[in-house]
């Protein structure tokens, strides 16, 4: 049976470059086995394996899909008997050729220049690769010294400190793997004193060159409007988000029920749901400059007529005395709670309390503190551990 992209998800299928994978990876996709594969289907794929939006996949790309996949790194992902559609004769050139190397054999053809043992470890500690095995057996095929080569107590692949072949091994790359309990540095453990993003190197270091440059756009839009009016810093990073992140379930993107991502997470993974978003934009506005107490999470209801109403999560901006802004996920506008008919408010936190609501009033009573959102206090540890908060 023929396995086709439906309606829905043909143009997002195009811009990740999905249209060229063969009808056997297709058959993968589509989990439910219906011969179609949906635009949550296409979405949970692309953002599981970090795919970009220039409409074919490349090499770090082919690696992510077979290992989402479940097949050997060196599965012929492509359909090399096929002259895609919407796809131009050098794309599709390129994509039969790379179909016929693993991607690490890829890597090499392309950058000759890349030294045989450190530069691939290196490679390796980037990809952030919990499959111990599938690197052991990569690193068998290029002939990297295993000893080289460290497992440390999160399964991610390291450098050993006594790997001092090349200068982009520095200390900051490395891993103690000793059981006994490092002392915390002050680094991972300070809070953020002030406005700006400054993103920790080691943070940056696991993340190939597309999510570095994510995160470099990230700060680019902190840094460059530190100094800018308060309903552009909203419109900024409202957009910014809103544009940069796909929705995705907590299932699709995390494989939980109910998870509270970081804007550096969400990011890295390309999406997310309307908590992942609000919290981004919050985090975002807190370095931005704003005061976190013209800041909070709002939790609502989601109107809107002929469906069910839909528990939602969005960001409210209200400094005292003014009618306040929303910014949402779904409808991307930026307007006020009163003009937000489709919003029933519950109520809204932030990092000094909790707030019940009342009506059109969405922060009428502080009604005590956030210890019991396990969530919220979870994703707060998270931020300072990333030095973000």
């Keep these: 049976m023929s396995v086709k992209f439906d309606r829905s998800a043909q143009n997002f299928a195009n811009s990740r470059g999905l249209h060229t994978l063969s009808q056997e990876t297709l058959s993968k996709m589509d989990t439910n086995k219906d011969g179609s594969i949906s635009l949550n289907e296409a979405a949970s794929a692309s953002l599981s394996a970090r795919l970009d939006t220039d409409g074919k996949v490349d090499v770090e790309e082919q690696a992510r899909l077979n290992r989402l996949l479940g097949n050997s790194s060196s599965t012929n992902l492509f359909n090399t008997s096929t002259n895609h559609s919407n796809t131009s004769n050098r794309t599709t050139n390129t994509s039969r050729t790379s179909s016929t190397q693993t991607p690490f054999q890829k890597l090499l053809a392309d950058n000759p220049s890349l030294k045989k043992n450190q530069d691939l470890i290196n490679f390796f500690m980037r990809r952030n690769d919990n499959n111990w095995g599938q690197a052991v057996s990569d690193a068998k095929q290029f002939g990297v010294k295993l000893g080289a080569l460290t497992k440390n107590r999160q399964g991610r692949i390291q450098t050993n400190t006594s790997n001092t072949n090349?200068?982009?091994?520095?200390?900051?790359?490395?891993?103690?793997?000793?059981?006994?309990?490092?002392?915390?540095?002050?680094?991972?453990?300070?809070?953020?004193?002030?406005?700006?993003?400054?993103?920790?190197?080691?943070?940056?270091?696991?993340?190939?060159?597309?999510?570095?440059?994510?995160?470099?756009?990230?700060?680019?839009?902190?840094?460059?409007?530190?100094?800018?009016?308060?309903?552009?810093?909203?419109?900024?990073?409202?957009?910014?988000?809103?544009?940069?992140?796909?929705?995705?379930?907590?299932?699709?993107?995390?494989?939980?029920?109910?998870?509270?991502?970081?804007?550096?997470?969400?990011?890295?993974?390309?999406?997310?749901?309307?908590?992942?978003?609000?919290?981004?934009?919050?985090?975002?506005?807190?370095?931005?400059?704003?005061?976190?107490?013209?800041?909070?999470?709002?939790?609502?209801?989601?109107?809107?007529?002929?469906?069910?109403?839909?528990?939602?999560?969005?960001?409210?901006?209200?400094?005292?005395?003014?009618?306040?802004?929303?910014?949402?996920?779904?409808?991307?506008?930026?307007?006020?709670?009163?003009?937000?008919?489709?919003?029933?408010?519950v109520f809204t936190f932030n990092e000094n309390g909790l707030w019940m609501s009342s009506g059109d009033n969405w922060s009428k009573r502080l009604s005590g503190t956030t210890d019991n959102l396990k969530k919220w206090q979870s994703v707060q540890d998270r931020l300072k551990d990333q030095g973000m908060l």
């Design 166 to 345: 090349d200068p982009t091994n520095t200390p900051s790359r490395t891993t103690n793997t000793t059981p006994s309990s490092p002392t915390p540095s002050r680094t991972s453990t300070r809070r953020s004193t002030g406005p700006g993003l400054h993103i920790k190197p080691e943070l940056l270091s696991r993340l190939d060159s597309h999510d570095r440059n994510k995160m470099e756009a990230w700060s680019d839009l902190v840094n460059n409007n530190l100094n800018k009016p308060t309903e552009e810093k909203l419109q900024k990073a409202n957009a910014f988000f809103n544009s940069r992140l796909i929705y995705a379930s907590d299932r699709q993107a995390w494989g939980e029920k109910d998870y509270w991502a970081t804007p550096y997470e969400s990011l890295e993974k390309g999406g997310g749901d309307c908590d992942d978003f609000a919290i981004a934009k919050y985090v975002t506005l807190r370095k931005m400059g704003i005061p976190k107490q013209d800041l909070k999470l709002a939790y609502v209801y989601l109107e809107r007529p002929g469906r069910k109403r839909e528990a939602h999560l969005v960001l409210l901006h209200q400094p005292p005395g003014t009618k306040g802004t929303v910014l949402d996920n779904f409808n991307k506008s930026l307007k006020s709670p009163a003009q937000r008919k489709d919003l029933r408010p």
